[in-house]
């Protein structure tokens, strides 16, 4: 199956530092993505790994791949009013790119 | 263009009528891609262009829906007999191939059956 699962919610304070998970079922991935979509504006990419990596560091994000669970983390380190958002992952199998149904991130003041 | 535009930015249509939404890629960009989000919920893929080809259709939810793409340039998605559950934003996105080349996002359409 191509089924990509992540949590619905998740609520962190400023300067924290959030982690949203993305499992995913089909073990053919070739690229994994991060967008982040804030509200009334389109997807827009984060970052992206491809799956012979298991780490991909940018600024204040990491991407962590754990391949043998299937399993793709983001880290959004010093968590910041303007992160609040929803942030989806996906991954690319045969030329189709599968979304999960996104995370939406609340930060709290 | 500098990024993917698309077209109405809105639209409120009745039960029944038909709705024609449009999609301008990056320039030079040969895949296109279209996808459904529904309030609260992830995308949903309903088709992908190649160039001027839609290998695969398999994610347009019903034959009332129908898409083109000419000139590997602008695409349109094409609702008939609009339903209800039809309600939805309507996102494009392309990229430079097929391969794991990222997808640049538009807007989207919101669109509304009344």
């Known amino acids: 199956g191509e089924d990509v699962e992540q949590s619905l919610f998740l609520s962190v304070r400023e300067g924290d530092s959030s982690v949203i998970n993305c499992t995913y079922t089909d073990s053919s991935s070739t690229y994994l993505y991060w967008y982040k979509q804030e509200p009334g504006a389109g997807l827009q990419l984060l970052t992206y790994i491809f799956s012979n990596m298991d780490m991909k560091q940018d600024q204040r994000l990491t991407v962590l791949l754990n391949k043998k669970d ?3 983390s983001l880290r959004i380190a010093d968590t910041q009013t303007g992160d609040s ?3 989806f992952c996906a991954r690319k199998g045969y030329q189709k790119v599968t979304f999960g149904t996104g995370t939406k991130l609340q930060v709290i003041p | 263009g500098a990024g993917v535009s698309q077209s109405p930015s ?3 249509t009745e039960k029944g009528k038909d709705v024609e939404l449009r999609c301008d890629p990056i320039s030079g960009h040969t895949a296109l891609y279209w996808y459904r989000q ?3 919920q992830g995308l949903e893929f309903l ?4 160039g001027n080809s839609a290998p695969d ?3 347009l939810p019903s034959d009332r829906f129908s898409a083109e793409r000419t000139g590997e340039s602008v695409s349109t998605l094409t609702i008939q007999r609009t339903q209800q559950e039809d309600s939805a934003v309507y996102l494009c ?3 430079l191939g ?4 990222t997808q640049y996002f538009g807007p989207g359409t919101r669109l509304t059956v009344l």
């Not at chain 2, 097929?98 to 080349?101: A, I, M």
Request: no cysteine; hydrophobic share 35%; charged share 20%.
């Open chain 2, 57 to 59: 259709k398999s994610g």
């Open chain 1, 85 to 87: 958002a929803i942030y």
């Open chain 2, 38 to 40: 529904r309030l609260g």
């Open chain 2, 98 to 101: 097929l391969g794991g080349d």
């Open chain 2, 47 to 50: 088709i992908y262009f190649q």
């Open chain 2, 93 to 95: 996105a392309s990229s």
């Open chain 1, 70 to 72: 299937k399993h793709l």
């Open chain 2, 10 to 12: 809105n639209k409120v």
